[in-house]
Every structure is written in structure tokens, then in C-alpha cells.
């Protein structure tokens, strides 16, 4: 079965770090475009990162640019979203996004989430 575990979230004072992952199974995880979406309560869903099959990432949202840091590790099927510097603001649900890189499949698989809280 297809899964995509995120991991890694939980209560964190400004200025502190945190480091999700998310874990994936079921799928080819080498041909798909691996993503980091948030949500935070009162706000539509923002595309936080974005990582090639290759490792070529950007960072989508303006407000995370220079603090957060996306990566993979085919080997391990798994992505990475590096959080430094984080402020109030960034507290929300982030979850992971899987989705077909080639023209000769489609899919697009989300995880459950994993909570951060940013808060003195």
C-alpha cells in the first residue's frame, strides 16, 4: 500500500529548529516530484518546497526562503524539510506531497501531516 509518513513536528520556541521527514512506501519513490506543503488553521494550503528526482529543489514560499531547506535521499525513499529560524508564523501542518515526475504515469499521494508549533 501506498504511504507517506511524515515525522519530526512537534512544540518548538521561536528561533528554534526543527527537522521533519517523511518516509515513503508503495510507490517508485525515484520517479516522483517529492513536496512539502503547510496549512496553517484559517488559511489555504501553501507549497512550502518542491525536490526533483534528482535533489534539484526550490523553496516556493517567499516567508521560509534562507530558514527552510528541502531534501532526499533516494536510497531511503525519504524527503527532508530543515527548518531553522522558525517563527510563529510558520506554525501549521506540514505534510508531504508525492506526485508522478514522467508523462507515462499520474499519481498524487499525500501523508496525514505532522503538527509544528512554534510558541514561547
Known amino acids: 500500500q501506498v504511504q507517506l509518513v511524515e515525522s519530526g513536528g512537534g512544540l518548538v520556541q521561536p528561533g528554534g529548529s526543527l527537522r521533519l521527514s517523511c518516509a515513503a512506501s508503495?510507490?517508485?519513490?525515484?520517479?516522483?516530484?517529492m513536496s512539502w506543503y503547510r496549512q496553517a488553521p484559517g488559511k489555504e494550503r501553501e507549497l512550502v518546497a518542491s525536490?526533483?528526482?534528482?535533489?534539484?529543489?526550490?523553496t516556493a514560499a517567499d516567508s521560509v526562503k534562507g530558514r527552510f531547506t528541502m531534501s532526499r535521499d533516494n536510497a531511503k525513499n525519504t524527503v527532508y524539510l530543515q527548518m531553522n529560524s522558525l517563527k510563529p508564523e510558520d506554525t501549521a501542518v506540514y505534510i508531504c506531497?508525492?506526485?508522478?515526475?514522467?508523462?507515462?504515469?499520474?499519481?498524487?499521494?499525500w501523508g496525514q501531516g505532522t503538527q509544528v508549533t512554534v510558541s514561547s
Open positions: 506531497n508525492a506526485r508522478s515526475a514522467y508523462w507515462n504515469d499520474a499519481y498524487n499521494y
Open positions: 508503495g510507490f517508485t519513490f525515484s520517479r516522483s516530484t
Open positions: 525536490s526533483s528526482t534528482v535533489g534539484v529543489t526550490i
